[in-house]
């Protein structure tokens, strides 16, 4: 058909109604709530400072258990399904559980490689990264180690990470995003100079912690990991590895136990020794204190400076 075939009036009103057309796909892409779906708690934390309540934010992975080995559900395909935008902390911290979601959800506005697929873990230097695979020695760190966002001042980088993802994919809250973003920052930026005030106390101290999930905290805060109960990252402890840890736990000030692990190493330890055990919160959520991802980093500094 060609153009000629219409009057005038039939082209002004063909090009009133695409008009039309774009502007009702444009409005109502976000006539609902972008739907923001992060792997854990501590992420929609910082995500939903900077959303406010524009956004439904959802985290799949609850506080309490091991966040390496979350037990897949079939509503996290749901939630997936229906997501615009989903955050990682990456560093194959959700290798073990959150590819086959992904493949099930079959959702192709989440998938890597596209905007609404952000991986937290390429905006931090990683540590431990190692220099040849080791998961044979069932290390589950074979990317460094990927528990990067429990020293707090990386939480204003993956802040900005995710402020910025937010204005690509929802860039109508450009004004929204930025406001939040900015006074989040300086609110926790506060609170850092707090925390480090605070931690001062146990610089240059020892520590032994089950998992290697502190030891950017304790790099942060100058203070010596003695050793882990585990003797790989993965791999439950054996007594021949605690009878060795008690060689070296003569300089140890404090146990750091996580909440999801066996408490019952930490407790011998602690008894043999007379040495504190002190459980952390690992994720927004893992104790009751730790309600958000200011009271997260209260809790931790908190516990560990008391
Ligand atoms: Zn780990």
């Known amino acids: 058909m060609k153009y000629k075939n219409f009057s005038k009036i039939q082209l002004i009103l063909i090009h009133t109604l695409v008009l039309l057309h774009l ?3 444009n409005t109502t892409v976000w006539a609902k709530k972008p739907v923001i779906v992060t792997t854990y708690q501590y992420i929609a934390g910082i995500t939903e400072q900077i959303t406010g309540n524009s956004a439904t934010v959802i ?28 955050i990682i902390n990456g560093a194959q911290l959700e290798i073990g559980w ?5 493949r099930q959800a079959n959702n192709p506005a989440i998938i890597t490689g596209t905007k609404g697929f952000l991986d937290l873990s390429n905006f931090v230097k990683k540590i431990d990264v190692p220099t040849a695979l080791s998961r044979a020695m069932g290390d589950v760190h074979p990317e460094g180690n990927p528990h990067f966002y429990l020293d707090p001042h990386t939480i204003p980088v993956l802040a900005k990470a995710i402020y910025e993802r937010l204005c690509t994919i929802v860039p109508e809250n450009y004004n929204l995003y930025s406001k939040n973003y900015t006074t989040f920052i300086e609110k926790f930026n506060a609170r850092l100079t707090v925390w480090d005030a605070q931690m001062t106390k146990v610089k240059g101290k020892s520590a032994i912690e089950y998992h ?13 990991l003695a050793g882990t109960i585990e003797p790989v990252s993965g791999i439950p402890p054996a007594s021949k590895h605690i009878a060795k840890l008690e060689n070296t736990i003569y300089t140890v000030s404090f146990i750091l136990q996580d909440v999801y692990h066996p408490y019952d190493a930490a407790q011998y330890l602690s008894q043999k020794f007379s040495i504190p055990v002190i459980v952390l ?22 516990r560990i400076t008391q």
Not at 74 to 80: G, M, T
Not at 98 to 102: C, D, H, N
Not at 215 to 224: E, M, N, S, T, V
Not at 281 to 302: C, E, K, R, Y
């Open 212 to 224: 290697k999930i502190y030891d950017y905290l304790l790099i942060r805060y100058g203070i010596h």
């Open 98 to 102: 959150l590819p086959q979601l992904i």
């Open 281 to 302: 919160p690992h994720d927004v959520g893992a104790t009751s204190d730790a309600n958000d991802i200011f009271s997260l980093f209260d809790a931790i500094v908190g």
């Open 59 to 86: 985290a799949l992975a609850p506080p309490q258990f091991d966040p390496h080995y979350i037990v897949p559900k079939p509503s996290y395909i749901a939630k997936l399904r229906n997501a615009n935008l989903l």
């Open 23 to 25: 502007f009702l796909i």
